[in-house]
């Protein structure tokens, strides 16, 4: 499955962005997929899963209130929503998926297929 995160961009604190990640090639609908982030030398933060029906969700520590995943497999795509951004959520956003990972596995290292990924800025 090929991977495309859009949606990032420059945001003020405290405002809201949603993420796309479209997904194109061997069936999206059966993969899990999962949001990541890296800041300028910091390590590949896991941001948020999803089950490959939607039913089950998992969340990072940091963003867990704030950020919402979802997804519409008629549409091949699945979305994070990120609300009350903050100078710290400032990174570049990836989108992973894999049919085995279990949605609570936190490594980058579980997920096989990746896009390249978009970046958010947020100003303090």
């Known amino acids: 499955v090929q991977l495309q995160a859009s949606g990032g961009g420059l945001v003020q604190e405290g405002d809201s962005l949603r993420l796309s990640c479209l997904g194109s090639?061997?069936?999206?609908?059966?993969?899990?997929v999962a949001w990541f982030r890296q800041a300028p030398g910091k390590e590949r933060e896991f941001v948020a899963a999803?089950?490959?029906?939607?039913?089950?969700?998992y969340y990072g520590n940091s963003v867990k209130d704030r950020f919402t995943i979802s997804r519409d497999n008629a549409l091949n795509t699945a979305y994070l929503q990120m609300n009350d951004l903050k100078p710290e959520d400032t990174a570049v956003y990836y989108c992973?998926?894999?049919?085995?990972?279990?949605?609570?596995?936190?490594?980058?290292?579980?997920?096989?297929?990746w896009g390249r990924g978009t970046l958010v800025t947020v100003s303090s």
């Open positions: 090639g061997a069936a999206f609908s059966n993969h899990n």
């Open positions: 999803i089950t490959w029906s939607g039913g089950g969700k």
């Open positions: 992973a998926a894999d049919r085995i990972t279990t949605i609570q596995n936190q490594k980058s290292t579980a997920y096989d297929h």
